[in-house]
């Protein structure tokens, strides 16, 4: 039998023998059952009257029950047993592109990595992604994201003086309090980030796939391994019911 096979049939007998256990539950509830007697009449006189005897059947023995819930447990603990001790023996490598990240891994802990990598995943996909609307460069030395310095003039107004009519024999000059908007300076703006380009995020989710991909492989590798049934009910209840 394969692990896979083992496996597939485990839920069954499982569910089987706990529908017979409970059978028996039932049945030691029933005090009843486990009582009988044999009632017969001894006339004092020797031609007094016989009468009928009375008696009532013993339905249930103990004994029986034991061997009924030991019968319920037994396919159960052997393919338990089965299980267990394949999943300790049974392993496959993880292989990414010819490479092996993890070696002879058991069966159990192939279980564990597939959940774990899930989580990687959703950290990953939750992972900050730089603004496409800007140009961004790393700068090794700030260790981060950074886009090229973006000028913008920065304007004041001043309140400067105008002769708006010149001075005649008649009248005097007519001065004109005007404002204007002149040059003050320059702003640099370099932007910071510590986000990551998106083609960075979507490589680390295609790696965190891929290696997904080959602990699954591998785990229905090792669960094809030939498993070596065990027997250990009969010893176990040999034991508890002697």
Known sequence: MKLNQLIAVLNSVKANSAKAKAEVYQLVQKPA?????SRTFQPREED????????????????????????????????????????????ASVVVDGVTIVAEAPVSYLLFLEKQLQD?????QSLPVL???KDWRHDPGRGCYVTEPKETV?????????VAYEATPEHPAQIKEVSKDIIEGVW????????????????????????????????????GATVSQKQVANAIFGFLFA
């Open 48 to 91: 007094g009257y016989v009468y009928p005897a009375e008696n009532q059947k013993l339905t249930l023995k103990a004994d029986e029950l034991l061997d009924q819930f030991a019968q319920a447990c037994t396919e159960f603990y052997d393919l338990a047993a089965t299980q267990d001790w394949a999943n300790t023996e049974a392993k």
């Open 120 to 124: 990687v995943k959703t950290f990953v």
């Open 33 to 37: 059952l486990f009582q009988g007697q």
């Open 154 to 162: 920065k304007t004041k107004k001043i309140t400067d003086f105008v």
């Open 131 to 133: 603004a496409i609307d």
């Open 188 to 223: 640099s703006l370099v932007e910071f980030s510590g986000a990551l380009p998106k083609d960075r995020v979507s490589e680390l989710l295609k790696r965190v796939d891929k290696l997904s991909k080959a602990v699954v492989q591998a785990r229905e590798e090792a669960n």
